[in-house]
């Protein structure tokens, strides 16, 4: 079993930056696709950011390129989503989420990829 813990979350300011953490309580971690998801009041969970074992494969949702960047230390068992130029529509629950198959090719985009989650860190940027 893996244990995820977010940290990071905050409220800011349209504009501004933050950056999340995710630790991951087992060494094995460096072997897993990592992804970012995000859930706002009243609506589904949605895809952020991945990248893979290795940190080589990343892909971002649309609503996010250019200004989120996602990237890991597996020497620290952590998973980073650097965001900036936050936006009102950024507001949300923000989950990390862990692959348990190691080794991935592919990284994976929707929910159902991954089997870890963390609890959650709150979002909330203010116009």
């Known amino acids: 079993q893996v244990q995820l813990v977010e940290s990071g979350g905050g409220l800011v300011q349209a504009g501004g930056s933050l950056r999340l953490s995710c630790a991951a309580s087992?060494?094995?971690?460096?072997?897993?696709?990592m992804g970012w998801f995000r859930q706002a009041p009243g609506k589904e969970r949605e895809f952020v950011a991945a990248?893979?074992?290795?940190?080589?494969?990343?892909n971002y949702a649309d609503s996010v390129k250019g200004r989120f960047t996602i990237s890991r230390d597996n020497a620290k068992n952590t998973v980073y989503l650097q965001m900036n130029s936050l936006k009102p529509e950024d507001t949300a629950v923000y989950y990390c989420?862990?692959?348990?198959?190691?080794?991935?090719?592919?990284?994976?985009?929707?929910?159902?990829?991954?089997?870890?989650w963390g609890q959650g860190t709150q979002v909330t940027v203010s116009s």
């Open positions: 087992k060494r094995t971690f460096s072997n897993s696709a």
């Open positions: 989420a862990a692959d348990s198959v190691p080794f991935r090719v592919v990284v994976g985009t929707t929910t159902t990829r991954y089997d870890y």
């Open positions: 990248i893979s074992w290795s940190g080589a494969i990343i």
